[in-house]
Nanobody, 118 residues
């Protein structure tokens, strides 16, 4: 089993920054991608950014140039550095870990709230 815990959310003013963390623990043969999603009130969950095991990154257009995803494989942790935050970034941010045990499955965390005030 793989446990995923997000942290680092909070309340910040527009233009501010936050750094989210996603820590994976448990047993696996390989962690593949680590992915951030978000869900705003009344909206569907949307993909934000992803990073492969080799460090390749991809971003949603809405966050490109403002958010940076990274990972520390030694700590089994992914990060989402969020700069120039906007009120529309307000959402619960979820981390998904794609792990092989050896079968590949998705593991989700409980989410962390990010609120950006105008």
């Amino acid at each position: 089993q793989v446990q995923v815990v997000e942290s680092g959310g909070g309340l910040v003013q527009a233009g501010g920054s936050l750094r989210l963390s996603c820590a994976a623990s448990g047993t696996w043969s390989r962690i593949n991608a680590m992915v951030w999603y978000r869900q705003a009130p009344g909206k569907q969950r949307e993909w934000v950014a992803s990073i492969s095991s080799g460090g390749s990154t991809n971003y949603a257009d809405s966050v490109k140039g403002r958010f940076t995803i990274s990972r520390d494989n030694a700590k089994n942790t992914a990060y989402l550095q969020m700069n120039s935050l906007k009120p529309e970034d307000t959402a619960v941010y979820y981390c998904k870990v794609v792990a092989s045990m050896p079968l590949t499955r998705d593991y989700w965390g409980q989410g962390t709230q990010v609120t950006v005030s105008s």
